[in-house]
């Protein structure tokens, strides 16, 4: 009984991105980003019809459905574009992002989408390497991009993927 504790994994479904998401979203985000974005922003955003979005939910968590990571995309004239994704720390490594980007993809084409675009960190290797088993591929850098919360800068890689 206690090895099957031990071995005890999270499950998670993707469901779409509610106004009432945008609080904990914020959260999430504001520990991932030096600029967060407050759930005014999001909700803002969301409010948008160009603007979708996804959250992945714990379904076998004991007391309540915590949120694992979210995506937040938009639709516009054949082009998708990610806003903003992320996973929570303690998911990293589980096929959330994966997952996340999937279903953001999914929803982009469905909406008209052809292409998909993205910026990230430079020197954010996971979600690099992410993206290219995704086939996302470097098509632009924007030299001094992002601002660390210590002041440093760093570049921001665009990519883009064909969705048909």
């Known amino acids: 009984m206690f090895d099957d504790y ?11 991105m509610e106004h009432a998401d945008c609080a904990e979203v914020s959260e999430l985000h504001a ?3 030096p600029r967060p974005w407050n759930d005014g922003e999001f909700s803002s ?3 948008q019809g160009s603007v979708f979005g996804a959250v992945a939910r714990q379904t076998n968590a004991f007391f309540s459905k915590p949120m694992g990571g979210f995506i937040l995309a938009r639709e516009a004239g054949g082009e998708a574009e990610i806003l ?5 720390e303690k998911y990293g490594r589980c096929g959330l992002g994966w997952r996340l ?8 084409v469905m909406r008209g989408a052809e292409t998909m675009f993205l910026e990230v ?3 954010n290797v996971p979600a690099i390497g992410l993206y290219k088993k995704l ?4 098509v632009a850098e924007r030299q001094a991009y992002y601002t660390a919360k210590d002041g440093t800068k760093s570049t921001a890689l665009v990519m883009r993927r064909d969705l048909r």
């Open 121 to 123: 960190d430079g020197g």
């Open 6 to 16: 031990l071995s005890w994994k999270p499950y998670f479904e993707i469901v779409p």
């Open 84 to 88: 903003t994704v992320a996973v929570g």
């Open 31 to 33: 520990v991932r980003f």
């Open 45 to 47: 955003l969301l409010s």
């Open 135 to 138: 086939g996302f591929k470097t």
């Open 101 to 108: 980007m999937q279903a953001a993809m999914r929803e982009a």
